[in-house]
């Protein structure tokens, strides 16, 4: 199975609002809602941040949102704070019982 | 609240076998399926594969002919063995625990050098 397709990049001021995409196939993203997203500060262990596309685990700031449309899935930061200077990772359960991680992005606040 | 702590040797040589646990505090490893993830250095998230207590598995398709995982009851632990290892299973190895069709507890991770 491949890895899901994420930008290696992206960048924003404090404040502003990215998104970071997240494309599969009809075999993992398009096929199932169970969507997930994880960010990563250096030397740590990842943190769930979404699950089931679009769900906040509790403690999870409101600032993150997601959504899906077709094979692609979608993380949005809203108002961008120093401290969301991370990698994020999405998930997705397979058609093949398993699952598989996008190539990660680094988000840098500027 | 479920903590997850992983153990095991820091250095397996070339052709032998990587040997992990994971156990579980402040919860039962009866209770959810449990996953193993690994990160090589610089590089992404990988999902090696999961078990559960009833002796199910499901594993990365790149992997399964080399990996093998099992729930150990009686010491509220699981298990990943990953034979015949190489320099590209250099990684830092996470044991994780689900939550439906996700993890959501994490261990720290165990970073694991194959190196004769």
């Known amino acids: 199975q491949s890895a899901l397709t994420q930008p290696a990049s992206v960048s924003g001021s404090p404040g502003q609002a990215i998104t970071i995409p997240c494309t599969g196939t009809s075999s993992d993203v398009g096929y199932y809602k169970y969507v997930s997203w994880y960010q990563q500060h250096p030397g740590k262990a990842p943190r769930l941040i979404i699950y089931d596309v679009t769900n906040r685990p509790s403690g999870v700031s409101c600032r993150f949102s997601a959504s899906k449309s077709g094979n692609t899935a979608s993380l949005t930061i809203s108002g961008l704070q120093a401290e969301d200077e991370a990698d994020y990772y999405c998930n997705s359960y397979t058609r093949s019982n398993s699952y598989v991680f996008g190539t990660g992005t680094k988000v840098t606040v500027l | 609240q479920v903590q997850l702590q992983e153990s095991g040797p820091g250095l397996v040589k070339p052709s032998e076998t990587l040997s992990l646990t994971c156990v579980v505090f402040?919860?039962?490893?009866?209770?959810?399926?449990w996953s193993w993830v690994r990160q090589p250095p610089g590089r992404g998230l990988e999902w090696i594969g999961e078990?559960?207590?009833?002796?199910?598995?499901n594993y990365n398709p790149s992997l399964k002919s080399r990996v093998n995982m099992f729930v150990d009851t009686s010491k509220n632990q699981f298990s990943l063995r990953l034979n015949s290892v190489t320099a590209a299973d250099t990684a830092v190895y996470y044991c994780?625990?689900?939550?439906?069709?996700?993890?959501?507890?994490w261990g720290k991770g165990t970073t694991v050098t194959v190196s004769s």
């Open positions: 402040g919860g039962s490893v009866t209770s959810n399926w």
């Open positions: 994780a625990g689900h939550g439906d069709y996700y993890m959501d507890v």
């Open positions: 078990t559960s207590h009833r002796g199910s598995n």
